[in-house]
């Protein structure tokens, strides 16, 4: 079975300030791994997604994230965060294998402030 | 990109009546679909998964006589919360699997209120 472990709940920055919200899975077979983000009252997005070749994805909205396998884990980072980048943040993974559903992390909750 | 939508996208219903939510791939065809339920800040939890001409299987500890899923076609699932009470208020997100690359896409959630 596969787990997600987002190590921060709550993560408070300034605007124009970097930040990293971290994830860490744990799986016993090859899998894929993505971020979403969540605003309020609305449905999920995909930011980026790990599914093979180079361990740095880059998505959309200027995240990046890096895959490390031997940390089993895929932080997603931001060199410059907007106030408009205040939602809910997850990581999910999911077996790399047809027809299984995703398995996310309890969520991290990015606030940026002025 | 693919597209997936859900019906209604709030709902207030009384105790004890059911509520059928849809989950609809617009483009695509979608032989699996994955039904999701989110409690106020939180994640989200796998509730079923749904493949297309044959009987959902329930993650454990949901009811699946109490959520009945549908999965008449390739374009079409279908949540029925039957005998709704307050504690089955939640967000419901469904997921639909594109056949042709295996992507996985999510629908905008369905906000369920029982009263």
């Known amino acids: 079975a596969q787990s997600v472990t987002q190590l921060d709940s709550q993560v408070p920055v300034f605007e124009e300030a970097p930040v990293e919200l971290r994830c860490n899975y744990s799986s016993s077979v090859s899998v894929y791994l993505f971020w979403y983000v969540q605003y309020p009252n609305q449905g999920l997005q995909l930011l980026l997604k790990?599914?093979?070749?180079?361990?740095l994805v880059k998505g959309i909205n200027g995240f990046e994230a890096e895959f490390n396998k031997s940390q089993t884990s895929f932080h997603l980072r931001k060199p410059s965060v907007h106030i408009s980048d205040t939602a809910e943040y997850f990581c999910?993974?999911?077996?790399?294998?047809?027809?299984?559903?995703?398995?996310f992390g309890k969520g991290t909750t990015l606030s940026v402030s002025s | 990109g693919a597209v997936v939508s859900q019906h209604p996208s709030w709902v207030i219903c009384k105790s004890g009546t059911s509520v059928k939510i849809e989950c609809r791939s617009l483009?695509?065809?979608?032989?699996?679909m994955f039904w999701y339920r989110q409690f106020p800040k939180q994640s989200l939890m796998l509730m079923a998964t749904s493949n297309e001409g044959s009987k959902a299987t329930y993650e454990q500890g949901v009811e699946k006589d109490k959520f009945l899923i549908n999965h008449a076609s390739l374009t079409l699932s279908t949540l029925t919360v039957t005998s709704a009470h307050p504690e089955d208020s939640s967000f419901y997100i469904c997921s639909a699997r594109d056949r042709r690359n295996d992507e996985q896409f999510f629908g905008p959630g369905t906000r369920l209120t029982v009263l």
């Open positions: 790990y599914l093979s070749g180079s361990t």
């Open positions: 483009d695509f065809q979608a032989t699996t």
């Open positions: 999910a993974v999911t077996p790399n294998q047809a027809g299984t559903a995703l398995i």
